[in-house]
Nanobody
Framework: QLQLVESGGGLVQPGGSLRLSCAASGATADHYDIGWFRQAPGKDREAVSCLTTDGSIYYEDSAKGRFTISRDNAKSTVYLEMSSLKPGDTAVYSC????WGEGVRAMCEKGYTLRSWGGGTQVPVSS
């Protein structure tokens, strides 16, 4: 069973940057497709970006041009680099993983079906 732990969240000013990490353990992490999701206060969880084992990447429109997803298989860690942060990016960010087997966009769209989830890290964007 894959375990996921997020870190790197914290208060950031509008326009600032932050790097979130998702550390995987308990299984061979590079065999898993991993995505980042977020849930803002009072809103449903939404996808941010997904990355499959073949290197395919998908970004939601809200993340395009500002966020970058990457993975370091040697460290069993997936990163989400966020820049030009806005108050609307305020949310709890969680990573999720599974051996998806389909397209990367579908993975993001059907994130609720992924079987391994981390506990999340809070990212408040405020001055």
């Amino acid at each position: 069973q894959l375990q996921l732990v997020e870190s790197g969240g914290g208060l950031v000013q509008p326009g600032g940057s932050l790097r979130l990490s998702c550390a995987a353990s308990g299984a061979t992490a590079d065999h898993y497709d991993i995505g980042w999701f977020r849930q803002a206060p009072g809103k449903d969880r939404e996808a941010v970006s997904c990355l499959t084992t073949d290197g395919s990447i998908y970004y939601e429109d809200s993340a395009k041009g500002r966020f970058t997803i990457s993975r370091d298989n040697a460290k069993s860690t997936v990163y989400l680099e966020m820049s030009s942060l806005k108050p609307g990016d305020t949310a709890v960010y969680s990573c999720a993983a599974d051996q998806w087997g389909e397209g990367v966009r579908a993975m993001c769209e059907k994130g609720y079906t992924l079987r391994s989830w981390g506990g999340g890290t809070q990212v408040p964007v405020s001055s």
